[in-house]
């Protein structure tokens, strides 16, 4: 359904997306995942039609994205999107399905089928007096009017309380259960991960991994292996012991016992000699998968927005939802 190659955008002399490759397939979810400035919104626009490729090509449902034609296949939702404040969410949607020509039975129908499904509600309220939330969910139902094939959102749930984040993010499921194709952009894997097919990460303009959510994580996240000791590993004698050559790693107290991060199962064997060693023993040893914010952090070299190094979602004091017990994954 869309198919983009050799993609690039150059303004003067900065480039704002290089060399871009992927392809949605129909009824897809596709993310593109990225920091500021790292090209998403430069893509949709082009995808959109709003914006002519330096070189390369964009095809959506058939059409090259810079013919006209391709537009009625196609409903996009910018990242800002200013509404006529003083119409209502119903005024304001018919409108919109009147420049389509959408004949007035289907369009209301289409209105009301929409904002039920995205559970809006003062409809017929000024648009300039409701939540930003509502707003948006306006700004999406306007994106449907004229029954596309192809979605194309910029950042559908930036910005929104967790409530209207998950209901934006329930809907587009919807879409992909009604055979439609999406494509949207967002700065936080987080958004992406329970939705999406497939996704690619940009940072400066250029695709710097694709695939599956899971994929990528495999691809670019290394498992961690924590080993729980009921006394501290001696990582210095261990080290001076192996040359040197024990791989990184680092000892921290929790409750009671130690928890020793290491790379690899040799690395574990080693902090089980050295527990021993020091009258010591293993308690517990756990895995732990790469979170997409530490692969995001590796490929992109800063945290995700709003993101501190260091920060942990997923990992607490103690054995968390990703930290799975040794020989259970
Ligand atoms: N019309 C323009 N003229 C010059 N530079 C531009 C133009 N549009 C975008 N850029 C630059 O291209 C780069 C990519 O911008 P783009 O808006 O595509 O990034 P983005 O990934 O959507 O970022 P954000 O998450 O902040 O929206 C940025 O450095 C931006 O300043």
Redesign the pocket.
Known sequence: MIEVAGLRKT??D?A??VDSDFSVGEGEVFGIV??????????LKILAGLVEPTAGEARVAGYDSTEPAMRHHLGFLP?ESPLYEEMTATSYLRFFADLYDVPRPVANERIEDALDRLELDHRDRRLGDVSKGMKRKVAIARSLVNDPDVLVY??PASGLDPVTTNSVLEFTRELRAAGKTVVF?A?NLYHVESVCDRVVI?NE?RIVARGTVDGIRERHGETTYHVYTDISPDLEAIRNDHDGSLPDATVEAVGDRFRTAVPTIDAVETVRGAAATAGGAVVDIRTREPSLEDVFLELVGRPMPGRRAGDRMDESDDATSTDRPEGRE
Do not use: I, L, Q, R
């Open positions: 303004y003067g900065f704002a997306v990225g920091p500021n400035g790292a090209g998403k919104t430069t893509t990242e910029d950042e952009s700065h940009m303009g």
